[in-house]
T-cell receptor, first 111, second 112 residues
Framework: GIQVEQSPPDLILQEGANSTLRCNFS?????LQWFHQNPWGQLINLFY???GTKQNGRLSATTVATERYSLLYISSSQTTDSGVYFC?????????????FGKGTKLSVKP | DVKVTQSSRYLVKRTGEKVFLECVQD?????MFWYRQDPGLGLRLIYF???????EKGDIPEGYSVSREKKERFSLILESASTNQTSMYLC???????????FGPGTRLLVL
C-alpha cells in the first residue's frame, strides 16, 4: 500500500522562529490533509490540500502532487503551535475516504 | 462547523468486559471511521462505514466490531476487552467520496 513519510520526526523551535514540515508519499493521491494534534489529543484540521497552495494565517501548505510531496510552513511560531503534526493521504482506488497517516512531526515551541 | 462527539474522554475497564465506544456527528456525513492511535505506530484504521448498516474492515479489525444503525451514530465494540486494546480511540466522519475528515476529541481507554 501507499507509504507516507514525515520529516523531521521531532522539531524544537524558539518562539518566533519559522519552520517547514515535509510529507512524502509513495503513490498518486486524491486527498491530502494536514492535522495538528493538541496536547489533549484532539486532531484539528489544518488543510485539505491534494494539490496547490493554501494559506491560513501564519500557516500555509503546498502540495506538489506530481512529485509526491507536501510541505507545511509555520511562520512566527508560538507556544500554542506545539503538538504533533500529521499528514494523511487517500490513495487513488482506495475505498471510500480511507486515509493513511504518517507517523507525525512532534513540534515543541519554547518561550 | 462540523461537530463529532465521542461518548467518553476516559474509560477504565477490566479484561474480559464488553466495551462500547460511541461516536455521533451532526453534519449528515455518509462516511464514519474508527481509528486507534498508539505511540510509535501512529493512527491505524479499525473499521469504517459508508452508509447505515454498511461497514468495511480497516487495517486492524481483529477484536473489534462496529454498529451503524443510524446515519449520525457509529459505535465501536470490544467484545472482550484485552490489555493490548489499551489505546487512544478516535472517531471521524466525512462526506462520501473521500473529502475532508473531521475528528472527535478521542477516548483514552485503559484495560486492566
Amino acid at each position: 500500500g501507499i507509504q507516507v513519510e514525515q520529516s523531521p520526526p521531532d522539531l524544537i523551535l524558539q518562539e518566533g522562529a519559522n519552520s517547514t514540515l515535509r510529507c512524502n508519499f509513495s503513490d498518486s493521491v486524491n486527498n491530502l490533509q494536514w492535522f495538528h494534534q493538541n496536547p489533549w489529543g484532539q486532531l484539528i484540521n489544518l488543510f485539505y490540500i491534494p494539490s496547490g497552495t493554501k494559506q491560513n494565517g501564519r500557516l500555509s501548505a503546498t502540495t506538489v502532487a506530481t512529485e509526491r510531496y507536501s510541505l507545511l510552513y509555520i511562520s512566527s511560531s508560538q507556544t500554542t503551535d506545539s503538538g504533533v503534526y500529521f499528514c494523511a493521504v487517500l490513495n487513488y482506488g482506495g475505498s471510500q475516504g480511507n486515509l493513511i497517516f504518517g507517523k507525525g512531526t512532534k513540534l515543541s515551541v519554547k518561550p | 462547523d462540523v461537530k463529532v462527539t465521542q461518548s467518553s474522554r476516559y474509560l477504565v475497564k477490566r479484561t474480559g468486559e464488553k466495551v462500547f465506544l460511541e461516536c455521533v456527528q451532526d453534519m449528515d456525513h455518509e462516511n464514519m471511521f474508527w481509528y486507534r492511535q498508539d505511540p510509535g505506530l501512529g493512527l491505524r484504521l479499525i473499521y469504517f462505514s459508508y452508509d447505515v448498516k454498511m461497514k468495511e474492515k480497516g487495517d486492524i479489525p481483529e477484536g473489534y466490531s462496529v454498529s451503524r444503525e443510524k446515519k449520525e451514530r457509529f459505535s465501536l465494540i470490544l467484545e472482550s476487552a484485552s490489555t493490548n486494546q489499551t489505546s487512544m480511540y478516535l472517531c471521524a466522519s466525512s462526506l462520501v467520496g473521500g473529502g475532508t475528515q473531521y475528528f472527535g476529541p478521542g477516548t483514552r481507554l485503559l484495560v486492566l
